[in-house]
Every structure is written in structure tokens, then in C-alpha cells.
């Protein structure tokens, strides 16, 4: 039985999306889970949150080494030649938290993959083409079952090309991260559109190969909710330009995303909205400065006085929206 895999997407850039997941991934773990994060993302924003410089320069340098499998691309590249998928050699972050790094090479592999979706149609031997278009999904699995993980988690880029189809058609459960402006509204219109047509072509490909080799990925990419983040408070108010655009994700999320007609209400109401995170300012760089998550700043840190009460407040917020989550995807709280 394949572990879930919950993915963090948005085609817009510039939303939190690669912090929220850094977050999140840290208060699972706290919580009791076994995670596994894989940094799909070619820019690999996800990796150098957890890892400092000189572990990343290590990882990345392979004319020091022999190539291993401590990237994502490492354990794939072999696909491009007459290799195989190759164990991932995981980062432990803590006792319960993994993490399979990414990989700037990674976007050399977006040509691959682009060639071998067609091919998944084809009448001759699938074994490769669903092998290449797996192989995110596989890995993550392979890591997963090494370290007795409950969840994945998955971080990818802002953009709806072949490598984000690869790693949703390996997703069972999505989050959308978004900002309050026009630009996350029109992301959020082409992005659901695009979900419902990977989904729908991957299970054509999944009926043209009715006895597989090996495990596949259903390619459910079933829509969890949407978390607004960065919004800026004044005196306990959301600003005027944040309220007008917040005010239309509803309805647009429903239209867009889910693909079902608009049946009013407001955020504060929407079933979907997973959290509203404020703008936390200056706990954000102290926190990258020290590689910490934002809820495990100290005075040591220099947070003080209200930057203190900031890092009360931001592991309420992620524990609330971990919680909302884990139950939106069945996990026990």
C-alpha cells in the first residue's frame, strides 16, 4: 500500500509556497508524524531551508564525487541512460522528519519526461514511459517506506510544465497557497483547469497499461483547500487592498478549482479557506539566519519582546492549520 502524498501548488510564484511546506513539515513531525519532504522544485528553495550552504555545495558538487542518490535528480538520472531508479540517500532533519533534496539538474529531466508522455499511449512496451512519469512518485516511496513515514510531503514550482505534471499525477491530496492580489485570482483560474485535465489524461494512461509491472500512482490530485498567506494587519484589520482580493478567492476557488457553481458566502465562512497567515516581518529573516522554523525562535535568536509573542502566535497559527489538514486528509489529530 502506497504512503499519501500531499503537494503544495500554486503556477503563481511569490505566495509562501516553499515556507509554508518548510512549516508545516517541521510541525508534523512535532506532532507525532513521520514525514518525508521532497523538494520537486528545479530551484530547489525547499533544500536550502533545511540544509546550510556547505551541506548543499556537497550535495550538489559531483565532480568531487562519485554520483550517489542524495538528490532527486541523482536518483533518476540513471533513467536517462539504461539505469534504474536508485534508493534515495534521505537528509534526517529530526527522528521524524526526512528529507529527499532537490536539485537545480533537475530541470534537465523536464525533456524526458515531456517525450515519454505521448509514448504512455502508445501500443509498444510501456514499461519505460510509466517508469520516467513515476519515477517522482517512486522515489518518494522508496524514502518513505525506509523511514516508516506516514505523509509525504512534496514542494514544487510555479509552473504548469511536464516536471508538475510528474509530480502531481503522483499527488493524492493538494494545497493551494495563494496571496490576496489579482495575480493569485488568475493563477487559481488556470491552475484548476490544468488539474482536471492532468488528472483525466493520467487515467487514460493508467487504462492503456490495465496490467502495470509495477506499483502506479492513482493520480487522485484531490483539492484539500487553500491557505492565504502574508496579509498585513493594522490594528487588528486586514488591509483594504488584501480584503478586496481575499473577498473573491471563494468564489473563484469553487468555480476554478473545484469546478462547482458559486453558492455565496464570505472567507470567513468558505469551508476551504485552511488558514489566513499573517505577515510575521522580521521573524521571517531571523528565522532563515538561524535555519529554524519561525515557531522555534528564542530570546537567544533575538526574539524578544513582541517578536516573542509573534512566535507564540506563529506556532498557534501552524498548529491549527496542521491540524486542519491531517483531519481534511483522514489522519488522525
Known amino acids: 500500500m502506497s504512503i499519501p502524498v500531499l503537494t503544495f501548488f500554486n503556477n503563481k510564484?511569490?505566495?509562501?509556497?516553499?515556507?509554508?511546506?518548510?512549516?508545516?513539515?517541521?510541525?508534523?513531525?512535532?506532532?507525532?508524524?513521520?514525514?518525508?519532504?521532497?523538494?520537486?522544485?528545479?530551484?530547489?528553495?525547499?533544500?536550502?531551508?533545511?540544509?546550510?550552504?556547505?551541506?548543499?555545495?556537497?550535495?550538489?558538487?559531483?565532480?568531487?564525487?562519485s554520483p550517489g542518490a542524495d538528490t532527486i535528480y541523482q536518483c533518476i538520472r540513471p533513467l536517462t541512460e539504461v539505469g534504474d531508479i536508485l534508493d534515495p540517500q534521505t537528509k534526517r532533519i529530526n527522528s521524524r522528519l526526512h528529507l529527499v533534496p532537490g536539485d537545480l539538474g533537475l530541470a534537465r529531466?523536464?525533456?524526458?519526461?515531456?517525450?515519454?508522455?505521448?509514448?504512455?499511449?502508445?501500443?509498444?512496451?510501456?514499461?519505460?514511459?510509466?517508469?520516467?512519469l513515476t519515477s517522482f512518485w517512486q522515489v518518494a516511496q522508496?524514502?518513505?517506506?525506509?523511514?516508516?513515514?506516514?505523509?509525504?510531503?512534496?514542494?514544487?514550482?510555479?509552473?504548469?510544465?511536464?516536471?508538475?505534471?510528474?509530480?502531481?499525477?503522483?499527488?493524492?491530496?493538494?494545497?493551494?497557497?495563494?496571496?490576496?492580489?489579482?495575480?493569485?485570482?488568475?493563477?487559481?483560474?488556470?491552475?484548476?483547469?490544468?488539474?482536471?485535465?492532468?488528472?483525466?489524461?493520467?487515467?487514460?494512461?493508467?487504462?492503456?497499461?490495465p496490467e502495470p509491472h509495477f506499483e502506479l500512482p492513482l493520480?487522485?490530485?484531490?483539492?484539500?483547500?487553500?491557505?492565504?498567506?502574508?496579509?498585513?494587519?493594522?490594528?487588528?484589520?486586514?488591509?483594504?487592498?488584501?480584503?478586496?482580493?481575499?473577498?473573491?478567492?471563494?468564489?473563484?476557488?469553487?468555480?476554478?478549482v473545484l469546478d462547482v457553481a458559486d453558492v455565496g458566502g464570505t472567507l470567513a465562512t468558505d469551508p476551504h479557506c485552511l488558514a489566513r497567515l499573517k505577515n510575521y516581518r522580521s521573524l521571517v529573516p531571523m528565522a532563515q539566519e538561524v535555519?529554524?522554523?519561525?515557531?522555534?525562535?528564542t530570546a537567544a535568536d533575538g526574539a524578544i519582546g513582541g517578536h516573542a509573542s509573534a512566535v507564540s502566535a506563529a506556532r498557534k497559527d501552524f498548529g491549527e492549520l496542521a491540524k486542519k489538514i491531517l483531519t481534511q486528509i483522514g489522519f488522525s489529530v
Do not use: C
Open 109 to 132: 529531466f523536464e525533456n524526458f519526461l515531456s517525450q515519454e508522455w505521448p509514448n504512455s499511449l502508445g501500443s509498444n512496451s510501456l514499461y519505460r514511459s510509466f517508469k520516467v
Open 291 to 297: 535555519r529554524k522554523p519561525i515557531f522555534h525562535l
Open 13 to 65: 510564484g511569490g505566495v509562501g509556497k516553499t515556507s509554508l511546506v518548510y512549516h508545516l513539515a517541521w510541525m508534523f513531525s512535532e506532532m507525532g508524524k513521520r514525514i518525508v519532504a521532497i523538494d520537486l522544485d528545479p530551484q530547489a528553495n525547499l533544500t536550502s531551508a533545511f540544509l546550510p550552504e556547505e551541506e548543499l555545495e556537497m550535495l550538489w558538487d559531483i565532480d568531487s564525487k
Open 142 to 209: 522508496l524514502a518513505a517506506r525506509k523511514h516508516s513515514a506516514e505523509l509525504i510531503l512534496a514542494d514544487v514550482g510555479p509552473h504548469l510544465g511536464a516536471i508538475n505534471r510528474s509530480a502531481l499525477i503522483g499527488s493524492d491530496h493538494v494545497v493551494i497557497p495563494l496571496a490576496a492580489d489579482l495575480y493569485s485570482l488568475q493563477g487559481l483560474r488556470n491552475l484548476g483547469p490544468t488539474l482536471r485535465e492532468w488528472q483525466a489524461d493520467w487515467k487514460k494512461r493508467l487504462s492503456n497499461w
Open 219 to 256: 493520480g487522485n490530485m484531490t483539492p484539500v483547500g487553500y491557505v492565504i498567506q502574508q496579509h498585513v494587519e493594522r490594528l487588528t484589520r486586514p488591509t483594504k487592498a488584501y480584503n478586496k482580493w481575499a473577498e473573491r478567492i471563494p468564489a473563484t476557488y469553487r468555480k476554478s
